[in-house]
């Protein structure tokens, strides 16, 4: 028998309350496999292991205080250790701890959250948002979404049309359904994905599929254009709907010119797709708005949600269905043979209702829109000057830069040097919480950073930028 395996808590435990960190690590590796990980070479490493958090800060087992520029996974908008949060959770577990919505049954706080959803919701028409379907993540509400596409089209007499477009580097989630939807190649690779009738057209990536002397605004309209090409191929009446995230996140931070969405409208209109707008990380002020889909002038018919619903506090998630699928489900629909047991989790909805109300309170969507999210922008923008950086952006309270060996040209790195996770070593031991994805880093700052908080994110993420340009020199990876 391993012995990790029955280590009794308290010897997990130093004096002052500290974690004892090898202990922890051994029982990790002989019990805890962690997704999107690579056991065998964790094993090794062995895992880091955090022990608490406050405001935008976390601590590990061995007492470093980290800036969590990331917000755990992108979601902890109201920051860490907030009270109001906890307390609503306790109140609703000793009220009523949990209970189904199957068989005509509902409960008080997930009724309240979604007529709050709703409420929130801006205005679109004949697609305006005044229903809500309760999961417990991202990846279950975009297979929700494949589920209720189809099923709207069954209902109207055209069950023809199953295929649903996404984009290349997109991500869903890891489910079947929603890792088909997405379109990252390795995960593609595992599990003979796409599952059929979910196909891809490329990304919006300015950078690095823009062509000479083609400018943002062009650009967009020609991004845009490959969903046309694609129906077109596929023909109109195969295809159901169009999903894509109004900034791509784990992509690394795609920010689509102006000209995109409004194009990537007029297609889904002319041919009659549902529009399905992915905003599991933009949602809930990330962009500045409380839903993304405003911010772009998109008028999607769903709109999958979790993530900053809840501040990460537990797990939900969910689709806002538009009036016009609504209508469809509701009027024609009878049965509609899909949920699940934590659909509207009464405790999940009474902390979603009580983050909902901070934020509020606080203002932090206006916060991000007017105040922090321009000072971001202005901050971010200076990395431009840095000899790595080819670009930097953000939108909102997201940001990525691309890491580059020749400004001029654009060159980049070969993709084996793994720039990228040399520069994230380089911010996890300077005390930064920053992601790598590939050559780009981004981040997705809680959203109740102040001015003063961004200035030590800037100094950290800069000394780790000259950090990574001194070992790309020495390594002889540049002149």
């Not at 983050?355 to 990395?383: K, S, T, W």
Request: aromatic share 8%.
């Amino acid at each position: 028998m391993n012995t990790t395996s029955v280590i009794a808590p308290a010897a997990l435990v130093r004096r002052a309350g500290q974690v004892d960190t090898q202990a922890i690590q051994a029982l990790d590796s002989a019990h805890f496999l962690h997704p999107f990980t690579d056991f065998k070479d964790m094993n090794a490493r062995g895992s880091r292991i955090m022990t608490h958090a406050d405001n935008i800060y976390v601590w590990d087992s061995e007492g470093k205080k980290v800036l969590d520029a990331m917000s755990g996974l992108w979601c902890v908008n109201a920051g860490y250790a907030r009270k109001e949060l906890a307390d609503a959770a306790h109140h609703q577990m000793m009220t009523l701890p949990y209970y189904n919505a199957f068989f005509q049954t509902t409960n008080v706080p997930a009724v309240q959250l979604a007529a709050k959803l709703a409420a929130l919701a801006p205005k679109v028409g004949e697609r305006s948002f005044e229903h809500v379907f309760y999961s417990s993540s991202g990846s279950e509400s975009n297979d929700t979404n494949v589920r209720m596409v189809r099923r709207y089209w069954d209902l109207l007499g055209q069950p023809q049309r199953k295929v649903i477009i996404g984009r290349v580097n997109g991500y869903h989630g890891s489910t079947m359904a929603a890792a088909s939807l997405g379109g990252m190649s390795g995960m593609h690779a595992q599990g003979d994905l796409p599952l059929p009738n979910i196909t891809h057209i490329g990304q919006p990536y300015f950078f690095e599929d823009g062509l000479a002397g083609e400018t943002e605004d062009e650009f967009g309209l020609r991004a845009a254009g490959w969903l046309e090409q694609k129906i077109l191929e596929l023909g109109a009446d195969k295809v159901a709907a169009f999903i894509g995230e109004p900034v791509q996140g784990a992509g690394g931070v795609i920010i689509p010119p102006a000209t995109y969405w409004p194009e990537i409208q007029r297609i889904v209109d002319k041919y009659g797709i549902l529009l399905i707008s992915d905003e599991v990380i933009c949602a809930f002020g990330r962009l500045g708005h409380w839903f993304a889909y405003e911010k772009f002038g998109m008028k999607p018919d769903l709109v999958t949600f979790a993530k900053g619903v809840t501040s990460g506090y537990i797990p939900l998630g969910g689709v806002m269905v538009g009036n016009r699928v609504a209508k469809v489900l509701i009027e024609l629909g009878g049965d509609f043979n899909h949920g699940y047991t934590y659909s509207g989790h009464p405790v999940a909805c009474a902390v979603a209702l009580a983050n909902l109300e901070l934020m509020e309170r606080e203002q932090l969507v206006q916060r991000v829109h007017d105040d922090i999210g321009p000072y971001l922008a202005q901050r971010f923008a200076e990395l431009k000057a840095h000899p790595l950086v080819g670009d930097a952006q953000t939108c909102g309270f997201v940001a990525g830069l691309v890491l580059v060996k020749n400004k001029a040209n654009k060159e980049r790195f070969a993709e084996e040097l793994g720039v990228g996770m040399l520069c994230r070593g380089h911010c996890f031991g300077n005390g930064l919480i920053m992601r790598a994805v590939g050559d780009r880093m981004i981040i997705a700052p809680p959203l109740v950073m102040t001015h003063a908080q961004i200035d030590e994110m800037m100094a950290l993420i800069l000394k780790c930028l000259d950090l990574t340009l001194a070992d790309a020199r020495k390594s002889g990876w540049l002149a």
